[in-house]
C-alpha cells in the first residue's frame, strides 16, 4: 500500500548541514530502536505484563575517513552496534528475558542490521 510522507533529514554543521534535524544514520538508530520498541510493547501485551517504563539506547561509531573516502581501508558505516533495553514492570527477570529473547527473534530491523542484507542499486539517468 503506497504512504505519502516526508522525513526532514540534515547532517550536523560539520558536515555541512543546519543541525536542525537527525541525520541518516541516527533515523537507521531510531528505525532499530523503534521497531524493537513496537517488539517489547506487543510482548508485554500478549503475556499480559504491566510496563511502567521502556527506554532503548543505541550506540555506535563511524570513522569518516571512510565515509568521505579518504581511506579505503576504513569502512564507510559501522563496525558495530550495541544497545541496551531498560525495563520496569510488573514481570519477573524470568518472563523479562523471555519477552527480550522473542523481541530479538521477531523483530525485521534487529534482523536486517544484525546480518548481511543484500542491496541492488539502480541508477536511472535522465
Known amino acids: 500500500m503506497p504512504r505519502r510522507f516526508s522525513i526532514d533529514i540534515d547532517?550536523?554543521?560539520?558536515l555541512g548541514g543546519s543541525n536542525t534535524f537527525a541525520?541518516?544514520?541516527?533515523h537507521l538508530l531510531a528505525a532499530l530502536n523503534a521497531c524493537l520498541t513496537v517488539g517489547y510493547v506487543a510482548q508485554w501485551a500478549v503475556r499480559?505484563?504491566?510496563?511502567?517504563s521502556q527506554a532503548i539506547e543505541t550506540d555506535g561509531e563511524i570513522d569518516l575517513r571512510g565515509f568521505f573516502g579518504i581511506d579505503p581501508g576504513v569502512p564507510q558505516g559501522y563496525k558495530?552496534?550495541?544497545?541496551?533495553?531498560?525495563?520496569?514492570?510488573n514481570g519477573?527477570?524470568?518472563q523479562?528475558?523471555?519477552?527480550?529473547?522473542?523481541v530479538i527473534a521477531t523483530s525485521p530491523n534487529f534482523y536486517n542490521?544484525?546480518?548481511?542484507?543484500?542491496?541492488?542499486?539502480a541508477?536511472?539517468?535522465?
Open 92 to 94: 519477573t527477570k524470568e
Open 48 to 52: 499480559g505484563i504491566t510496563l511502567e
Open 96 to 102: 523479562f528475558a523471555e519477552v527480550n529473547k522473542a
Open 11 to 14: 547532517e550536523p554543521r560539520e
Open 80 to 89: 558495530n552496534l550495541s544497545y541496551t533495553a531498560r525495563i520496569k514492570g
Open 123 to 126: 541508477l536511472i539517468v535522465e
Open 113 to 121: 542490521l544484525s546480518r548481511p542484507v543484500g542491496l541492488t542499486p
Open 23 to 26: 541525520n541518516p544514520r541516527e
